[in-house]
């Protein structure tokens, strides 16, 4: 029997035992293999509808003026001297840091992951992460800063090597060809997904971040913080999109979810708060640039429970609160602060799919 399934003003005849068979086959992990990359039919519509939202707010680097920037930068007083150590520390970083999570969701999430929305949604994360280091690319070449100096730090400074040490070490073993129907392995890859989501882009990125946005507040090169802001609305949605992905993964394998895994995920989660504690000892060697070093640690706290407590785990500090309110005021970057309005519309028409029927089938 043929049946019409609809996604916003598009239909699509599908035949309905056939569908049937290729739903019911649809996991996260160990699902049903297929050459063909057919989305349809959903299972995860969230997914489907998250990767929308993140083509909607589609940005280049070239789009962002960098001529005050740059003028900032050659000027003899403009910046502190701590302003360019943070940004130097900042652009050192992520330069690197982008890359490892892009290279981790092609080479291990969606090598490992069956159904092909979600290999969709991640071939836009990993693309953002493309454009991402393409935006440091973009401000190391308009700032002119030697790219090798920017590269030693991820080197030779000692908390960011460690910081690196801890992320890709739950990447080792997580191969193409690793048997998912183990429950060990799905907990290893559920590991993967909760230290690259919840603790490297959900926590560790937020204390460099914080600090260049604290830099635009203060008309500090605002074309770099901009772009920073672009950056972390894209975070936002890898966030969710690893969190959802966790949970579905914990909801079809629900014998991975035990109080081991809850408190290992847990202590990953306090060695992610303590490097990025020393990372920030490190790149705000003194207070400034209206920052003090313990409200920003109190910062890092306070997001590392948001994380733990969106995936329905223990917070680590119970009731710590946001000592830097004026923070999420400016990571809260909504449509109508773009700069190139007409272009992002341009886009979302391009995009305009937007309702999802999920049980049409
Ligand atoms: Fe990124
Ligand atoms: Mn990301």
Redesign the pocket.
């Known amino acids: 029997m043929q049946r019409t399934y609809t996604i916003g003003d598009r239909s699509f005849v599908l035949d309905e035992a056939k569908a049937r068979e290729a739903l019911d086959g649809k996991r996260v992990v160990a699902g049903r293999e297929t050459l063909a990359f057919n989305l349809l039919p959903l299972k995860y519509n969230w997914a489907y509808e998250l990767y929308q939202k993140m083509k909607a707010n589609h940005w280049e680097p070239e789009d962002v003026p960098m001529q005050r920037d740059v003028d900032q930068w050659r000027s003899a007083d403009a910046l502190s001297d701590l302003d360019r150590w943070i940004v130097k520390m900042g652009v050192g970083y992520f330069s690197a840091a982008?890359g490892i999570?892009g290279d981790n969701v092609l080479t291990v999430i969606r090598e490992l992951v069956t159904a092909s929305e979600l290999k969709l949604v991640l071939g836009r994360h990993a693309h953002?992460?493309n454009i991402?280091a393409d935006s440091l690319l973009y401000m190391i070449s308009s700032l002119g800063l030697d790219p090798h100096e920017c590269e030693a730090m991820f080197a030779d400074v000692p908390s960011i090597v460690a910081k690196n040490e801890f992320v890709t070490r739950l990447s080792h073993g997580l191969r193409r060809d690793l048997d998912l129907t183990v429950p060990e392995n799905v907990a290893l890859f559920a590991k993967n997904l909760f230290v690259f989501g919840q603790c490297m882009?959900g926590t560790q990125f937020y204390g460099l971040f914080g600090m260049i946005l604290s830099l635009y507040r203060q008309g500090k090169l605002t074309g770099i913080g901009t772009m920073f802001r672009y950056?972390l609305r894209?975070?936002s949605n890898?966030i969710e999109l690893l969190r959802r992905l966790l949970l579905e993964l914990v909801a079809e394998n629900p014998e991975i979810w035990t109080n081991e895994l809850k408190d290992e995920l847990r202590d990953l989660m306090r060695e992610a708060v303590e490097l990025e504690h020393r990372f920030i000892d490190d790149v705000l060697p003194i207070d400034g640039v209206g920052l003090s070093r313990t409200e920003f640690a109190g910062y890092v706290d306070y997001i590392a429970d948001r994380r733990l407590v969106s995936l329905g785990l223990e917070p680590l500090s119970p009731g710590a609160t946001n000592p830097l309110p004026w923070l999420a005021e400016l990571m809260d970057l909504g449509k109508e602060q773009n700069f190139f309005e007409g272009r992002v519309t341009e886009y979302q028409k391009a995009s305009s799919l937007a309702a999802v029927a999920d049980d049409e089938l």
């Open positions: 982008e999570v953002e992460e991402h882009e950056t894209d975070e890898h």
